[in-house]
């Protein structure tokens, strides 16, 4: 039997992850499959469009078999973060294979530019590329001197590969190659990109097609988000102390948000080649939920968020003890996201995080 570990945000689970997994079942149809799961917060530091007890309730429909939590505290981090404490939790679990999408599909050249990446002089090229006004991915390729496109699967990929590498080297990994592009916004093809299907969505147009789960999902509130946002901002004196406000970003944020009338004109005032979109809407998610830099010294905690029958047998298989997480030092950040989530979009999703039951497929 085949444990089989998966990684994903579901933002919305659509076609695409539902092909991805009985491809999955195809391929390893003596298994068992182990998702890690993100919830509110994600890692380019958007809002989920679905709640965390519908992402478990519609994956474990769709045939996986346990589901795992990943802590918000790195769910909404850069790849190499957000990879590591994935693949350190499926590691718990016994994972012996690693199965994942990408745009290349080719594995060998990921692990390639994951080890050239440990190289001591790597980052200083990245930061002298960066520096003569190139963007992230182009400054990648040039200190790798390398022909590769850098699409967001890959760059995920090439993390997951050296987090398998640093924490468990017995991990088999499998790329399932890409149907659709991430920066593609106009296919109306059977499977579409998660972000393709958010825009549609977000501009009235009916994504019931793509995505079976339409009925359920959230167009998240950006002008409470941006209100709760300022108000942090501006009644906040030590702004610095919050992960990744670096160098001067403290001074640079009091000094705009005043003027600012929307997420996005702050993050276009705020963004360079060095502080891409990404990582500031990363950064200012840190700073609404409080989240310093002392996580990255802590480890992610185990939590069960649901199982099938079969992944149940596989639970009880384990000498683990299931409950140690409500003891754990991050686990009170996982609360703190529920709330803000629910402030912004008027849920109730606390009620759910706060019940600790998981979800159970007969």
Request: proline share 3%.
């Amino acid at each position: 039997m085949n444990i089989i570990g998966l990684v994903a945000e579901y933002n919305p689970l659509h076609n695409g992850h539902i092909y991805q997994i009985k491809k999955i079942k195809e391929m390893f149809p003596d298994s068992v499959i182990v998702l890690v799961l993100n919830g509110y917060f994600l890692e380019r530091g958007e809002i989920s469009f679905l709640s965390k007890e519908d992402k478990v309730r519609y994956a474990l429909d769709n045939g996986i078999d346990i589901v795992l939590e990943l802590p918000v505290v790195f769910g909404c981090q850069a790849a190499d973060v957000f990879s590591y404490q994935s693949i350190y939790l499926l590691n718990m679990l016994n994972i012996d294979t690693l199965v994942f999408g990408s745009e290349s599909g080719d594995i060998k050249t990921m692990k390639e530019i994951g080890i050239r990446q440990q190289d001591s002089k790597y980052n200083d090229l990245v930061k002298d590329y960066l520096n003569k006004g190139l963007n992230y991915p182009t400054a990648m390729a040039k200190a790798l001197d390398i022909d590769f496109e850098f699409n967001p699967n890959d760059l995920l990929g090439i993390s997951y590969l050296k987090a398998i590498d640093k924490i468990n080297p017995r991990i088999k990994a499998v790329t399932i190659k890409r149907t659709s592009s991430y920066h593609d916004l106009d296919s109306n093809n059977n499977i579409i990109s998660a972000s393709n299907i958010r825009n549609k969505f977000l501009n009235n147009v009916d994504v019931s097609s793509y995505t079976p789960y339409f009925a359920r999902m959230i167009n998240p509130n950006m002008n409470e988000y941006f209100k709760l946002l300022k108000s942090k901002i501006l009644t906040d004196t030590k702004l610095d102390s919050y992960l990744d406000v670096t160098e001067g970003l403290d001074y640079r944020l009091k000094k705009v948000i005043r003027n600012c009338n929307s997420l996005d004109e702050l993050i276009n005032k705020l963004k360079s080649k060095r502080y891409t979109y990404n990582k500031i809407s990363r950064t200012l998610v840190h700073i609404l939920l409080g989240i310093t830099p002392d996580v990255n010294a802590q480890d992610s905690y185990l939590k069960v968020l649901g199982f099938s029958k079969e992944g149940s047998n596989y639970l009880k298989k384990l000498d683990i003890d299931f409950n140690l997480y409500k003891h754990h030092p991050l686990y009170k950040y996982e609360l703190n996201s529920s709330m803000i989530y629910d402030l912004i979009n008027n849920t109730d999703t606390y009620s759910y995080e706060s019940k600790n039951k998981p979800v159970i497929k007969d």
